[in-house]
C-alpha cells in the first residue's frame, strides 16, 4: 500500500480523528523541542494544543465553505449547460429559419419573374385587340358595316 500525498491533503479535516490529530502534533511540538534542546513546558502544551484547536476550526469552517463552493459551482455549471443546450438550439433555429427565407426568396423571385411575363402578356393581348379595334372601324367607316351596325334589326338593313 502506497502513501498518496494528494489524496491526504484532500481529505478533509472534519475526517479526521480530533484525538489523533492534537496527539500527532503533540508530538511533533516535542520532538521539535527534543532536537532544539527548548523544554517544553505543560503551559506550552496548553498553548500549542489551543493553536492546534483554533487551527482545527478554521479548517473545518474552510471545508464547509469548500463545500458550498463546490455546490454553488455545480449549479453554476448546471446552468451553463442549460443554457449552452438554448443556445444550440437557438442557433439550430435561426439556421432553419435563414434557409426558410432563402427558399422563400427564390420562390418570390421566381413568381415575380412570372408575373412580369403575365404582365407582358396582357400588354401584348391588350395591344393585339386595340389594333383589332382600330382595324374594324377604318373598315366599319369605309363600308356598309356602319350602316348594318346602326340598324336594330341588321337583318332588314339595306
Known sequence: ????????????????????????????????????GVVISDETLE???????????????????????????????????????????RKQRLKSLDKDIHAYNKQLGRLESELAAERAKTQARREALASSIRKMQRIATTSGLKVVLQNDNPAVAD
Open 1 to 36: 500500500m502506497s502513501f498518496n500525498l494528494h489524496s491526504f491533503v484532500s481529505q478533509p479535516i472534519a475526517s479526521c480523528r480530533p484525538g489523533l490529530l492534537r496527539f500527532l502534533f503533540i508530538g511533533l511540538f516535542m520532538i521539535i523541542g527534543l532536537f532544539s
Open 47 to 89: 498553548d500549542y494544543e489551543s493553536q492546534i484547536q483554533a487551527t482545527s476550526q478554521a479548517l473545518e469552517k474552510l471545508d464547509k465553505e469548500i463545500a458550498e463552493s463546490q455546490a454553488l459551482k455545480k449549479k453554476l455549471q448546471n446552468a451553463f449547460s442549460n443554457i449552452s443546450e438554448k443556445v444550440g438550439e
